[in-house]
């Protein structure tokens, strides 16, 4: 990147040094003064002046014309003459042995007339004459807009004309190539800013696109602002770039948070105020004062920077402190000049073109810092995303446990609950058959008809615990199977229709338990007062309607049998019935009964709340 800029600055020298070689340099003419406000100068005395000539430090802050004449000896009377003058403004007239030649803008300048900057390109007529001719360059200036003349070379137009190529290039087409470079780089940076918020990239951002504005002004001849605020706009950027510039540097070698980085945010801040007092007061002395400050604190910055580059072994900041010393080398060069050189007028900046290889080098301490972070975020990531597997595999780990242990803490439960449904109801009935066997007389047949409930009951209590949950067609199968031979060997027939059903979502071995002793209780009633010769059961899923005018299913369970019948309301209060109802209860479902000689019939109605898939009868 040095060896780079040292190219450029190489170059740039070669095409600064091209005028010695003109057939003819201008340095002196004969200057009459027109000032605003004052009278006219004799013009029988003219003063004899040295260019070039810079109005503002001539004159001050007044607005005026001032007309140079200088004679152009004529070696070949009969070959036009070429002028080159590489600056001359802001308006100005170009006349020759008393002939107007060519003229640019108003007398006095025109709001947008503006030709300082850009370098001129004249041919002079053959005189036909050995005669040298006289020629006249009137321009007319206002204060603060850095009017004036540079030297006039002249020549033959094989000579003259490259050097104003050459002049163009570098003005023109260089201030172009640096305005484009410096736009696009801030634009870049300030979407990274955007998206990130990280201060160097807002720093460096509006530091860019304010160069880019200052160094755009030397492409106009007429002004897209009026004056004075295309005068006020540029110097301000000016005035705004190189604080911002400097503190992010400092930001990028981590000393933002110093009273150095805070003057620098202050006088960026105060940019457009001094640009404001400097062109429309116009106080003329106040731009070599901020200047003078603009190039300490630079120098300050410098120290910092260049002194964190030695200590520190990080690539970036060894190639920034390179870049920093190179800009402020070349800013303190083009002051100096600027404040004691007579050429200043004609100067080209090096700054200007310096920039471009800082510009590029702070470009790619940003590509550095944002690989550097692109690499940790994604080595953040890889690390994240480890500790999250492993996290997630502890976490599935400890959920299995949990739901195994959760799981086995639920068939606990459950077991106990049979456990007590066991001791509160077979325990009891035991008990009653111990007691009725130890008593003289009593009949064998009700032993073991009790003795048969009894191993009945505990058969289904068993297939309850292993039955599958919520299936309630498998707890109907399981009672049929085991009451099946008793109601052959009562000589009922019994005739089976369970349809297609779904699981009941929510329910335990508990449930299950309770809906076989119903259907066991209806049973054994049947069998042993009924006298019934058959009978039927019948499950099915049939619609039902809610209070609130929603519909939804329920599973029916109906069981009938062509018995004697009993009267339900006189047995309201038995012990079979009552216990019929109490586990309907517990299950959450209705019981009705009807009954009458020939025909009696149970019916237990058990809402669905939410039905999976459906289940084949056993």
Known sequence: MLLLLLLMLAVMGLGWSAPARAAVLVEQAQLTLALRGQ????????????????????QGAVDGEARFSFEIPADDPTTPVALFVPRVGNSFRVSVNGQELTRFGAFPPGPYDDASFAPQYFVL???????????????????????????VVAGREAEIRPLYERALFWQISGGRFITIVSGVLGALSLLVWLRQRESIYLYYGLGELFWSLQTARVLFTHAPLPWPWWGVLPLAAFQAAVPLVCRFALAVVGRDDTPLARLLGLMAWLAPVVAGLGIMVPWLWLMPLWQGLNLAAGLAM?????????????????VLGLAVLLIVLCAARDIWVMRTSPQAYEMVPWIRFAWVGFAISLAWVIAERMR??????????????AELAERNSALEASFV????????????????????DLHDGLGGQLVGLLRMAQQPGA??????????????????????MHADEGDVASTLGSVRYRLGPRLQAAGIDLHWNVSRLPMMTGWSSRESHQLQMLLFEAFANM?????????????RLVPVGGADGATGEAIEVRLCDNGCGFDANARFAGRGLTNMRARAAALGCTLTLCSQPGETSLCLHLVVSAAMVPKLEP
């Not at 040298?132 to 030297?151: F, H, K, M, T, Y």
């Open 39 to 58: 009278a006219p100068a004799d013009p029988q005395k003219p003063q004899t002046v040295t260019l070039p000539y810079h109005w503002d430090q001539r």
């Open 372 to 385: 550097k972070d692109a690499r940790a975020m994604v080595e953040m990531n890889v690390t994240l995303e």
């Open 302 to 318: 410098t120290v910092v920077v260049v002194r964190v580059a030695l200590r520190s072994a990080v690539l970036e900041h060894r």
């Open 401 to 420: 446990r949990e739901r195994e242990g959760e799981k086995a803490r639920g068939a606990l439960e459950e077991r106990q609950r049979l456990v007590q």
């Open 125 to 151: 007529p053959a005189s036909g004459s050995a005669s040298p001719q006289r020629v006249e360059i009137v321009i007319a200036a206002q204060a603060a807009r850095q009017g004036g003349l540079s030297p």
């Open 443 to 464: 009949a064998r047949e009700d032993v073991t008809l009790h003795l048969r409930d009894a191993v009945d009951q505990l058969k289904l209590t068993v297939d309850a």
């Open 527 to 539: 069998m042993a007062h009924s006298a019934a010769t058959r009978a039927s059961l019948t499950a």
